[in-house]
């Protein structure tokens, strides 16, 4: 047999020549040691410049592109390329991976950059929107991920000296971010006209907020924040690079220059590279770094140079390579240390390979694609990419002939061993051969070949060569004649002097099967020590033996170049091999150690520190072998091999598939115009009846492994199905964890013995982790697998599990389990891994074993390394079962399939020792030893050195004790799982069962169940507690239920579906799967009688009932159910018609009787004996009494079923004896109880979960006590009873089906629920959209308009509009104070802060206020509504506040209140909105509720998700963490209370729970608070708290309040409860304080107070939040209250006016008020109720009268001194959008959507108000007017953007023209026409400019937008377009109005959504 081994001969990386300088920047430094770090291809190499060596770190698989230094200067960040690119962080002396981030990027990763700290790292994507990731790499987790640009990033940085701050830049911009919590912010640079807008390539720092950055030009552009302040003058070409060090900056350009900058950014020196000796034209610096005396420069050229500052003028080439351009030429030469390189760069170069430097170069006139030596060494042939060759002397590179004979490259070129010709091969398909001697003479030319001239070889003796083709041709000549030859003997007489093709037997074994001819791209053989070595596409260097004639040889292989290795040469003395790498421009230089060198201690070492598996020597794993000694696969590893997890649907598909179903039955009715609510009717209620999960029978070993365990307290751990189980054997009793979905695959215990985790199948796996003592989820891990968790394992400090999926690539997982995190992620191997172990004794390393692989792992932060199991000759590899280690370090020891237990020392094996006959399938160590166990059925004891086998048990039925007398299955199981605890062994068998050994005891037979194959038959006995199962597995078993207990089985010779005992239970009938059944002695279990009839499963099987049980029923899957006489032991009768199989049967009490279920849906009728079909109403058959009801078909039994579900979705059904309820059991694994009959659809039921698939078969026991499931993949038996007050399983309230009913109604109740968020987040224009922006129309400002700027800016003013000079000169703004608070649809958003201050919010500003200086203070980062707020409670953490916003991405900013600092951003989990937000007990964590019913905890400070959900389809409202904990938490919503628990990286739910004794039904919960002891107290829209101990409702408290309960609060200082609401029975507000137990109370009335919406209380006050918009403060003592801040309630708030001459202004809101406010008092004057919404309102010149105007039309005249009523009028349908008093106050101008301005006389309001003209002629609704000066013109601003001007007197419209440049304004308002064009920012083609105001001064324009923005232009006009201005931000959506006060101290600015005012002080 061919040896197919790999090669003895290894090879070892020595030297890289060449520098990744093309494409590239930054990526060249000196590390601590003084190293020079950079890259090329895909090795990272740190070069020393004192020793001349180079080091490797090979953990990449593709090309790396980025690479950033930490400011260590020891630790090194590299990115690559490839199609799932990742980083790594690595250790710049020991190349150790620190860190492996992935998952973050595609196509790969472009920059990169450590913080100022080095804790965190930035990386910049190449997909297409240059994705920006912020990593916490040790951890290797993302903190943040935000779009970078649509245009490519090309750096990215780190601001060292402001934390979270850091820089993009790239193709003609630079952004400036802001990473809090999960969040990047980014501000766009803002270039203005300091500077020209181009790419920047390069940034660097010198202040918080000063950087500066190189751009395209050559300049250096010097931002203050993110505004360019100025340009410095740098290069003449475009900065590629900006160093910045201790000494100051350097930069680097593609002028060829390096220049250094001082810390202030003054210049130092300049050095010109191209002027010195190692210059050149054309020179570019890509990369530069400056420390000290020294200087590196990387350039375009693949060089790097180090420049002396004292010595400027001579650098010296540290590295040399080739520049950009495919490498693919390459020759070595014959006698000396030197091979020869030519390039697509149109270079040849000659290397010394023992000093690694370059002795000549020579440039060509094209590029290079072949080389040749001539055999003495004294030429040098080069082929071109024209066809093209020259010859060259060695000596001096000097050209001695060119010739051109071919127009196609030239691929392939040798000299004869004999120095006589020069073989030239070419893309023409020819091969020429010249005469050396006669000055290159054509001799001849080869013909023949079919394609392009790949390779070719000259014989020994020059007479023959042989040529490869790209037609994958391999053909012989004879030189010099040039003939082809053929004969095969002459061929085979051949001795080739080289073999570099890579076509024939001799390398036919190096071309992996069904891979394409042109994979491998060049081979070299070396004769001397029978090894060939090539280079293929996939950058892999290989070494195989020679000659190598079989495919699927095995090989090692070497990585590091990062694409195709286009050339591979052996040296001529054979100690080295050279590589290229194609595209990654690379020459590798590897020391090739035959079979005998030893290893150097150095290259040992560096062997055991390789990173990653593929670094280092690699049998190939990639293809199968036929060679003779791999031994035969077991049969029971072929089948588990085979064994697919794949569901059709996952029960976790359900409710989703479930919501579906739905929505089409709803859509089937309502095309029918019926609702599906009115079609289905009132649905049945559920039954009374309930079950508990007693015992479970089976254990599921026949796929698993190690999954049996003792806990702390020596119960037994395992599970079987979808449930963990803890059994007590001591008193046989059973705990069940049920959280699961699906079969449970693999079980692990924590070191503490307390805790287990469990993985299940899925399509989106989960792993949980509970407590084995009390069954409650500890965490739940989910997201990382497919399919399923086939192993987990605990660390050995109990800190991390590992996991391992069944997806394709069996990927591994590391979990902090405890915050439910992934830390680690690789893939594991192709084929499946059975089990995964850490190592005790080293925290991040682990082993994993599997189909024909042992890998050894080290966790490095975010992934991987791994190393293959060397085997060496110490053993054979084979398929690996189990592995465990013992208490040397790095000692382990695998179970092989071969029976052989392995011994490692690290990765390589030191022995074998052979344990059993077949495979080990588990291993334990001991404290003194090992325990085995394999197939063989024999557990071994071995002794410490694991050589001699000291004990061995054999589990046969003769040595097996059982409690019921049942015995084994089978005599000497497989054994599948091993634990010792407490002097004994577990024992798991592939059987089903679990055995305890007594060492010096018998053995005890635990548990049993059915062996693998599915369960279907199911009987119970008539009048005993017993059953009866039997299964695929062809067993029989009977149970005692009583004591819960296998009592007999027996081996059935087929496989076996249904049985059934007789009336007396003298019998058992069994219906085989082959068509077959017989009938059983009870007893005796001996046959009595068999038939075979048919040839199809029975798939049920009766006897008629009792006393006589005559007649047995047998239905079969071929439609027919056969009747047969018990005594005659014959048929008598067929019962034939059914359209399909036969489901189920059963007989009524007469035993004449028979009714069938087919699985086409029938339901029919035979009479017996005969089997005649009979014909029976549905109204007859209700009166017949049935012996069994098991049909699942038929009106009694409508209900069961599921919406749109198929015939076969309920397998079973059973009525129980007194016919109340029916149980079922489904394709989903549930088992179910509805009231029986179930008539109508969908009727409602109780839901119980434990089995894992289809639930094949439910029986009640004879007294009903108990009802008997089976699973038919599960294989397990689980017995429920009716024990128990409460129900195991609850009822989901958000679900449809549950029997819940709400009730409750309030209208304020009913209005927040049906608030649309989604229409308020987005920017709605309130004009016409069609209409014709001011921006985009041309306009100047008239020549006439424009005014020189005045010299002094107190005199900046113009004609235009009338100024006062005494008015303030205004620069800016800062906001002063809100009159607002957000209550009309938030609750607990008001609270005390620690230092007494009160928190709420208002808009999109948190707000703090003091009550002692009546002062505010904001934080104003928020750039939507808040709708939510808390503060935490922790001390530690008592300035801490949350609050969250309405918007697509729904942001969670965490900000300190002293600070106003932003101290996280959260977003990415929730939509439209967040309503509510809440912390831990800790302060640590934060819940956040969406209003998209979603529910996340953060772990706000990392800004990392710890859990998320969806919450049904109701809305929630609030939801709190328990004030003691961090885990437990409440939601409550509209018909929604739930409980839940954090638990790892899920929140799981739990649904309340309504107890008989408390008849109440369920309502919308509003409000929440807590007592200890986990009692929980829910305010409900009915006025009623509920009190819940747990999730189980244990009382009522009737009318806490008359109305709903809006809110309550639980004070941490005494426990106290307050409560507060809607009063529906009163007129004012009444709070309530309570005790803890809510059965006493004060109440404190609040006279002229509405709805209460928040409370918060502390040392004896409360704070209250009312919905309108009020917050005040009350006094316990006394029952004083106090109002702090007031506002309009909810509607959008238009009318602002300003008093003349007082600080006073006026509101007029849609809320239907007009109010009066005081700017000295900060406090409400006076209101008025308006009978319509108000949308307008201007106060007279001398400030005595009101005018507001109404929707409806009508406009009111008030006197301002009680805002008493003067006069009305209306003449107009529609609103009022503005009304103005003139200059003198004896007129109104009143502007309309009815397209009109009457004018009104005012001068005596006393008598009728008269109009006394009217504006004609306006094309659509009036928003703003102006009066002149003079009182006749009036200026009108309109929807559709027309500005107009009228004559007021006469209503004449004034044509535009002198008459117009004329007119001087009184005020200016307008937000239309040239004089403001420039106030319409760039952004506004989709929003608008909704008002103006020019300040009393005339100076200043101060705007408000639909973007929620307060703008101020320090001038007016402002008449150029995009005018620059100071923006100003707290309104969460559009500003609908702005006015400066009297004096210009104040601007107000009015909010429309958010309804409040801002005031801010002007500066």
Same mark, same amino acid.
């Given at each position: ?13 020595? =030297? ?9 920047? !930054?990526?060249?430094?000196? *590390? ?93 994507? #190449? ?32 601001? %060292? ?89 350097? *930069? ?30 054309? #020179?570019?610096?890509? $990369?530069?770094? =400056? ?13 790097? @140079? ?99 004979? &071919? ?63 790209? +037609? ?26 080289? =073999? ?39 950058? #892999? ?430 005599? @000497? ?132 009932? +009792? %006393? ?10 071929? !439609? ?81 079923? %599921? ?46 979960? /434990? ?203 965490? =900000? ?133 101990? /747990? ?10 309040? $008359? ?213 004609? /002629?306006? %094309? ?13 013109? #009036? ?16 209503? &004449? ?60 232009? !320090? ?7 995009? +005018? ?7 309104? $969460?959506?559009?500003? *609908? ?27």
């Amino acid at each position: 047999m061919t040896d197919k081994t790999a090669p003895e001969g290894q090879l070892r990386l020595e =030297w890289v020549y060449g520098y990744r300088g093309n494409q590239c920047r !930054n990526n060249l430094y000196y *590390t601590d040691t003084q190293d020079t770090v950079y890259f090329v291809a895909a090795v990272g190499v740190v070069y020393n410049k004192q020793d001349k060596s180079q080091r490797f770190f090979l953990g990449h698989t593709d090309d790396i592109i980025s690479l950033a230094l930490h400011p260590d200067k020891r630790l090194v960040a590299t990115g690559q390329i490839g199609k799932d690119p990742f980083i790594s962080v690595w250790d710049s002396r020991t190349l150790k991976t620190e860190s492996i981030l992935q998952g973050g990027h595609e196509r790969g990763i472009t920059a990169l950059a450590f913080s100022g700290d080095g804790n965190l790292l930035a990386s910049v994507g #190449l997909d297409d929107h240059h994705t920006v990731v912020v990593w916490e790499w040790r951890k290797g987790t993302k903190l943040a991920t935000a779009r970078g640009h649509t245009d490519k990033v090309l750096d990215v940085q780190f601001n %060292p000296y402001a934390t979270g701050m850091l820089v993009t830049c790239g193709v003609k911009h630079i952004k400036f971010w802001t990473h809090r919590g999960n969040m990047l912010t980014g501000k766009k640079g803002i270039f203005g006209t300091a500077g020209e807008l181009q790419s920047v390539l390069c940034v660097s720092f010198s202040s918080p907020e000063v950087t500066y950055a190189g751009t395209f030009s050559g300049d250096v552009y010097k931002w203050n924040s993110n505004r360019l302040q100025s340009v410095i003058s740098a290069h003449s070409a475009a900065i590629y690079c900006l160093h910045h060090s201790a000494d100051g900056y350097a *930069t680097g350009s593609r002028d060829g220059t390096i220049k250094l900058w001082d810390n202030k950014f003054q210049p130092i020196t300049v050095i010109d590279l191209t002027k010195t000796p190692v210059g050149y034209p054309g #020179l570019c610096v890509r $990369s530069v770094c =400056w420390e000290g005396q020294k200087v590196l420069a990387g350039t375009k050229s693949s060089e790097i @140079l180090e420049i002396s500052t004292d010595d400027r003028d001579h650098p010296s080439k540290l590295v040399q390579g080739h520049a950009e351009g495919e490498l693919w030429a390459l020759a070595v030469h014959s006698s000396t240390a030197v091979f020869a390189t030519g390039s697509d760069d149109q270079t040849i170069r000659l290397w010394d390979r023992k000093q690694h430097v370059v002795l000549q170069c020579c440039s060509t006139a094209h590029a290079v694609r072949s080389l040749a030596f001539s055999a003495d060494g004294a030429h040098l042939a080069a082929g071109m990419q024209d066809g093209s060759f020259t010859v060259y002397d060695v000596g001096t590179l000097a050209e001695l002939t060119h010739i051109k004979d &071919r127009k196609e490259v030239l691929h392939e070129m040798k000299y004869s061993p004999d120095g006589q010709y020069l073989a030239v091969g070419s893309n023409d398909n020819f091969v020429d051969v010249y005469s050396v001697s006669d000055h290159y003479r054509r001799v001849c030319h080869c013909r023949g070949s079919s394609s392009f001239i790949t390779h070719l070889d000259w014989s020994t003796d020059s007479h023959y060569i042989q040529t490869n083709s790209g +037609a994958a041709e391999r053909l012989f000549y004879k030189i010099p004649a040039g003939k082809q030859i053929t004969s095969k003997d002459e061929i085979q007489a051949i001795q080739w002097d080289t =073999w570099t093709c890579v076509l024939g037997p001799e390398t036919a074994g190096t071309w992996p099967k069904y891979s394409q001819t042109n994979d491998i791209n060049a081979t070299s053989a070396s004769f001397q020590y029978q090894t060939i070595v090539t280079g293929d596409d996939f950058g #892999l260097v290989k070494l195989f033996r020679f000659p190598s004639l079989r495919k699927g040889a095995k090989f090692r292989k070497y990585i590091g170049h990062s694409a195709h290795v286009t050339n591979v040469r052996f040296t001529s003395d054979n100690r080295h091999v050279i590589s290229l790498g194609g595209a990654d421009h690379a020459i590798f230089q590897w020391r090739f150690l035959p079979k005998g060198v030893e290893l150097e201690a150095a290259d040992e070492k560096e062997e055991d520190e390789q990173p990653v598996e593929t670094a280092v020597d690699s049998d190939s794993e990639e293809s199968d072998s036929d060679a003779s000694d791999v031994g035969s696969v077991d049969s029971d590893l072929a089948n588990e091999q085979e064994i697919s997890y794949e569901r059709p649907i996952y029960r976790e598909d359900l409710p989703e598939l479930r919501k579906k179903l739905k929505e089409k039955e709803n859509a089937e009715q309502g095309s029918k115009g019926v609702s599906a609510s009115q079609a289905a009717g009132k649905k049945q209620s559920a039954p009374e009846g309930s079950l508990t999960m007693q015992f479970v029978h089976g254990y599921r070993g026949y796929d698993c492994r190690n999954n049996l365990y003792y806990t702390q307290t020596g119960e037994i751990v395992y599970h079987i199905a979808a449930i963990g189980v803890v059994y007590d054997q001591a008193n046989h009793k059973q705990r069940f964890y049920v959280s699961h979905t699906d079969d449970i695959l693999c079980l692990d215990m924590h070191p503490s013995k307390n805790y287990v985790a469990t993985g299940q199948v899925g399509r989106d796996p989960a792993i949980h982790v509970w407590d084995a003592e009390t069954m409650e989820t500890m965490s739940v891990l989910k997201g990382a697998h497919s399919r399923g968790v086939c192993a987990v394992d605990f660390s050995g400090d109990g800190k991390k599990l590992a996991s391992v999926g069944l997806d394709d690539d069996h990927c591994i997982v590391v979990w902090d389990w405890r915050k439910g995190c992934k830390l680690a992620e690789t893939r594991g191997h192709k084929d499946k891994i059975f089990m995964l172990q850490w190592n005790p004794n080293v925290s991040d390393h682990m082993i994993t074993v599997g189909v024909k692989h042992i890998k050894f792992w080290t966790q490095a932060g975010g992934g991987f390394t791994s190393r293959r199991g060397i085997f060496g000759n110490k053993g054979q590899p084979t398929t690996m079962l189990c592995v465990t280690f013992d208490g040397q370090q790095d000692r382990a020891h695998s179970g092989g399939a071969n029976g052989s237990v392995y011994h490692w020392s690290s990765n390589k094996l030191s022995g074998t020792v052979k344990a059993h006959e077949g495979p080990v399938f588990a291993i334990l160590a001991v404290t003194k030893g090992f325990i085995t166990g394999g197939k063989d059925g024999k557990v071994a004891l071995w002794d410490e050195k694991f050589e001699h086998c000291l004990k061995t048990y054999l589990l046969h039925s003769s040595a097996i004790e059982t409690a019921g007398g049942a015995q084994l299955h089978t005599d @000497l199981p497989a054994i599948r799982a091993l634990c010792l605890g407490q002097n004994k062994i577990l024992v798991g068998t592939k059987t089903s069962e679990i055995l305890e050994i007594d060492k010096n005891g018998p053995i005890r037979l635990l548990i049993q169940g059915h062996m693998e194959g599915e369960l279907w038959g199911l009987a119970m006995h008539p009048f005993q507690l017993m059953c009866t199962t039997v299964s695929d597995d062809c067993s029989l078993c009977t149970w005692d239920l009583s004591t819960n207990r296998m009592i007999a089985s027996v081996v059935l010779l087929k496989p076996a579906r249904c049985c059934c005992y007789s009336g007396d239970g003298n019998a058992i009938a069994v219906g085989m799967k082959d068509g077959s059944f017989v009938v059983l002695d009870t007893e005796s279990l001996e046959e009595i009688v068999g038939f075979s009839h048919r040839k199809q499963e029975i798939s049920d099987i009766k006897f008629s009932p +009792a %006393p006589t049980s005559k007649y047995l029923a047998v239905a079969s899957h071929e !439609n027919y159910v056969d009747i047969y006489n018990v005594a005659s032991k014959k048929r008598v009768g067929i019962c034939k018609g059914a359209s399909s199989y036969i489901t189920h049967v059963d007989w009524d009490m007469r035993g004449k009787l028979l009714r069938i279920n087919t699985g086409d849906g029938e339901v029919l009728y035979y009479e017996a004996p005969r089997g005649r079909q009979q014909y029976v109403t549905s109204e007859a058959a209700a009166t017949i009494e049935w012996a069994s009801w098991t049909c699942v078909l038929g009106e009694e039994c409508q209900g069961v079923w %599921p919406p749109a579900s198929d015939v076969t979705d309920v397998n079973t059904a059973h009525v129980i004896q007194d016919s109340s309820m029916i149980a079922t059991g489904d394709d989903f694994g549930y088992v179910k109880l509805f009231s029986f009959p179930s008539k109508g659809k969908h009727a409602k039921f109780k839901e119980y979960a /434990g089995h894992s698939a289809h639930v094949t078969n439910v029986r009640w026991s004879h007294d009903s006590s108990r009802l008997i499931s089976i699973g038919g993949a599960d294989m397990s038996m689980i017995v429920w009873t009716g024990e128990g007050d409460i129900d195991q399983v609850s009822l989901n309230i958000d679900d449809e089906d549950a029997d819940s009913e709400e009730e409750g109604y309030d209208s304020d109740v009913e209005r927040e629920k049906l608030i649309n968020y989604v229409s308020k987040t987005y920017v709605s224009p309130v004009r016409d959209p069609l209409a014709v922006k001011p921006h985009q129309k041309h306009q100047q400002l008239p020549i006439d308009v424009v005014k020189k700027p005045a010299v002094s800016r107190t005199c900046k003013t113009t004609s235009l509009v009338k100024a006062t000079p005494t008015a303030k000169d205004i620069q800016g703004l800062s906001l002063e104070f809100i009159f607002g608070y957000r209550g009309f649809d938030t609750r607990q958003n008001v609270f005390f802060t620690a230092d007494g201050e009160v928190i709420f919010h208002a808009a999109g500003t948190g707000i703090v206020y003091n009550p002692l200086t009546r002062r505010q203070s904001f934080y104003l980062e928020h750039n939507d509504d808040i709708i939510c707020l808390a503060l935490s409670s922790n001390p530690k953490l008592k300035h801490v506040c949350a609050t969250g916003q309405i918007g697509r991405t729904a942001p969670v900013h965490v =900000w300190d209140i002293s600070s106003k600092e932003t101290l996280s951003i959260l977003q990415g989990h929730h939509s439209t909105g967040v309503c509510s937000v809440n912390f831990s007990c800790n302060g640590k964590l934060l819940l956040t509720v969406g209003l998209d019913n979603s529910l996340a905890v953060w772990r706000w400070t990392e800004g990392a998700k710890m859990a998320g959900t969806v919450s049904g389809r109701r809305r929630i409202f609030l939801a709190q963490f328990r004030p003691d904990s961090d885990v437990q938490m409440v939601s409550v919503g509209v018909g929604h209370v739930k409980f839940w628990t954090l638990a790892g990286s899920q929140l799981i739910g739990k649904d309340p729970i309504f107890p008989k004794s408390v008849p109440t039904k369920m309502q919308t919960m509003l409000s929440l608070a807590f007592a200890p002891e986990g009692v929980t107290y829910t305010g409900s829209v009915g006025g009623a708290v509920y009190v819940w101990a /747990g999730n189980v409702l244990s009382r009522v408290v009737m009318d806490a309040h $008359s109305g709903p309960v809006f809110a309550m609060y639980t004070s941490l200082e005494d426990g106290l409860i307050v409560t507060g609401g809607k009063e529906a029975r009163n007129t004012e507000s009444v709070i309530k304080l309570w005790d803890q137990e809510l059965k006493r109370c004060n109440s404190f009335p609040l006279p002229k107070v509405g709805i209460v919406r928040s409370i918060s209380r502390a040392k004896g006050r409360m704070v209250i939040g009312t919905q309108d918009s009020r917050v005040l403060i009350l006094m316990e003592k006394g029952s004083t209250s106090e109002v702090l801040v007031q506002g309009h309630m909810e509607g959008e708030l238009w009318g602002l006016a300003v008093h003349p001459s007082t600080n006073v202004f006026v509101t007029a809101s849609v809320d239907k008020t007009v109010r009066m406010w005081s700017l000295d008092s900060k406090e409400l004057k006076c209101e008025y109720n308006l009978e319509h919404a108000g949308c307008s309102v201007d106060l007279s010149p001398n400030g005595d009268m009101i005018a507001v105007g109404q929707t409806n039309g009508e406009f009111l005249l008030l006197a301002a001194t009680d805002l008493s009523m003067i006069a009305q009028r209306r003449d107009r349908n529609n609103t009022i959008q503005c009304l103005r008093f003139n200059p003198s106050g004896d007129r109104l101008a009143v502007g309309s959507d009815d397209s009109c301005v009457d004018v009104y006389s005012v001068s005596d309001p006393t008598k009728a108000v008269e109009r006394t003209s009217y504006c004609r /002629g306006i %094309p659509s609704g009036v928003t703003h007017m102006d009066w002149s000066t003079c009182g006749q013109y #009036l200026q009108i601003s309109t929807s559709s953007y027309d500005k107009l001007i009228y004559d007021s007197r006469s209503g &004449r419209q004034i044509p535009s023209g002198s008459e117009i440049s004329k007119i001087t304004w009184d005020t200016w308002t307008s937000i239309l026409g040239s004089e403001v064009l420039g106030i319409w920012p760039r952004n506004a083609d989709k929003a608008d400019v909704n008002t103006a105001c020019v300040a009393h001064g005339g100076n200043v324009t101060a705007t408000g937008d639909d973007f929620g923005v307060v703008k101020l232009f !320090n001038h007016f006009p402002v008449s150029g377009k995009f +005018a620059g201005s100071k923006s100003y931000y707290g309104h $969460s959506a559009h500003v *609908t109005n702005v006015k400066f006060t009297h004096n210009d101290e104040y601007l107000l600015s009015a909010g429309g959504d958010d309804s409040c005012v801002f005031v801010w002080r002007t500066q």
